[in-house]
């Protein structure tokens, strides 16, 4: 399995996996990724700025991820708790995490989350930050299993609620 910078011409295989991940999210009842969310113009965008990232097995793209620099301004504020690393702490955000179907349970979400924690550490950050639905319990088993911890509530730019979570990067040494 390999983590690697995704390429321009891989933004089909990207939509594939977000197709999948929507149908699992529907499934679960909630309305998160199900208005076309995310599409190709995010997409080719985290390409475009180098933020994209695939998974790629036997030359199958299996999963991907968005890490994105410190900055995310819906993590400004949070509710209902804390950050573990305070405010004003250099952090990697991950954002767009899908799985294909056929490997979810494989180990390939464990390695994407051990992936961030690694680029944030070899970057200096202090920590790797994400957040979903509340009811996205399959993301919210996969990232407490990971060792992230829920600290609050945060709100996207339209107002919906996130669960926000957060590891240091210190706690894996």
Known sequence: MEI????PDEIDA???LFAEARATIASLGIDQW???YPDRETVMRDIESGVSRVVVLDGEIIGTLACIGTGEPT????????WLTGKGRSYLAVHRVAVAVKHRGSGVSRAMMAYALDLARASGLASVRIDTHEGNRVMRRMLEKNGFTPCGIIHLENGDRRVAYEKRTE???
């Open 4 to 7: 690697r910078s995704t390429k």
């Open 14 to 16: 990207l939509m594939d």
């Open 34 to 36: 199900q208005n076309g």
């Open 75 to 82: 993590y400004n504020v949070i509710e209902d708790g804390e």
């Open 171 to 173: 706690d894996e040494r």
